[in-house]
């Protein structure tokens, strides 16, 4: 799990190995992800966009860049938070993520609340 806070947003990310959607002879590892991005600050904020920075065990580098999230650009007043759950598709069978969300003030002002990095990996494949 990962976890960062940027000017009261807390962004915080679990992720597991799905077996079931995977394909190893077919060089394909696919991992499921929750996000949690929670307003503990005092003023509200609307999600904007997203960058995912998505690294696999070659070193292979994607980015990753959209509005808002599944479909969706939460506005979140202070106290509470929006959950989804996405997934990604690895080439190895482990990798990591990390990245940020841009955000919006009432205010007008913006900024990017970051994702702190989290493993994608295959439960015992880096013993």
Not at 53 to 59: F, H
Not at 83 to 94: A, D, I, N, Q
Not at 108 to 125: C, K, S, T, Y
Request: proline residues 5%; glycine residues 10%; negative net charge.
């Amino acid at each position: 799990m990962s976890s960062a806070v940027t000017e009261g947003i807390r962004v915080e990310v679990a992720s597991a190995y799905r077996k079931d959607r995977s394909d190893p002879p077919q060089q394909r590892w696919l991992f499921a992800y929750t996000v949690t991005i929670a307003n503990d600050g005092t003023e509200a904020a609307q999600l904007l966009t997203r960058h995912w920075i998505i690294l696999d065990g070659a070193g292979h580098r994607e980015d990753v860049r959209g509005d808002g999230v599944v479909g969706h650009q939460p506005r979140l007043e202070p106290g509470q938070s929006f959950e989804y759950t996405s997934y990604c598709v690895l080439r190895t069978s482990h990798g990591s993520m990390r990245g940020s969300y841009q955000l919006e003030r009432d205010d007008g002002r913006r900024f990017d609340a970051a994702i702190a990095q989290f493993p994608l990996v295959v439960p015992g494949a880096l013993n």
